[in-house]
């Protein structure tokens, strides 16, 4: 089955505590992106990727690493986590630019 | 740069009435435009896709979209809501070429259906 796959689902951290949200794909995809969605301000791209070492900023990148080592894995790392950080968060993938993104189920961050 | 504006961040409608939900955008070159929808505690899945060609778009669940570049528009709509339509929609916009790998998405429209 084609899918996206995030861990963990939803997690509680302290501020300054760093982590990361993994993200997994099986379609074989180029294309790879996270999300941050937040009331009334829709989905915002955080950081993008094209293929295998090429990563691109988003709209709101500030506070958050991506890197792309192998295909199918596309990590999200918070190091110093701050309250407004918290979030739902989600991980999409495509096979090509424009074309039709595939979302995983998300990540809801509680930054204390 | 790209921008897209959903009219309406709560639309409510009675089961069996058409459903109608705004989208205007902006961008400087004929853009990718996209319609995706958010079931309660899911990830996001594609309605439908416009990228070249025939206007009027037909999607999944009898939803559809006509983009009209005149009006800067790609509203949805479905002629008979049905309780299980209630949800998250979102509309989306990127470009052509270089800048298809950047989605930019509207706020959100949730679609209440009244029994």
């Known amino acids: 089955e084609a899918q996206v796959t995030q861990n963990p689902r939803y997690l509680i951290t302290v501020t300054g505590k760093k982590l990361t949200v993994t993200c997994s794909q099986n379609m074989n995809h180029e294309y790879m992106s996270w999300y941050r969605q937040d009331p009334g301000l829709g989905l915002r791209q955080i950081y993008y990727?094209?293929?295998?070492?090429?990563?691109d900023k988003g709209d709101v990148p500030e506070g958050y690493k991506v890197s792309r080592k192998e295909k199918r894995n596309f990590p999200l790392i918070l190091e110093s986590p701050s309250p407004n950080q918290t979030s739902l968060y989600f991980c999409a993938s495509s096979d090509r630019g424009g074309g039709i993104q595939y979302f995983g189920a998300g990540t809801r961050l509680s930054v204390l | 740069a790209q921008s897209v504006t959903q009219l309406g961040s709560h639309v409510s409608v009675s089961e069996g009435a058409l459903v109608l939900l705004r989208c205007n955008y902006s961008?400087?070159?004929?853009?990718?435009l996209f319609w995706y929808v958010q079931y309660p505690n899911q990830g996001l899945q594609l309605l439908l896709k416009?990228?070249?060609?025939?206007?009027l778009v037909k999607g999944i669940n009898g939803f559809e979209a006509e983009f009209k570049k005149s009006e800067t528009s790609f509203h949805l709509t479905k002629p008979s809501a049905h309780m299980s339509d209630a949800a998250e929609y979102f509309c989306?916009?990127?470009?052509?070429?270089?800048?298809?790998?950047?989605?930019?998405f509207g706020q959100g429209t949730r679609l209440t259906i009244n029994p």
């Open positions: 990727s094209m293929n295998v070492e090429v990563t």
């Open positions: 989306a916009v990127s470009g052509p070429f270089q800048g298809a790998q950047k989605l930019v």
């Open positions: 416009y990228t070249t060609g025939a206007t």
């Open positions: 961008s400087s070159v004929p853009p990718y």
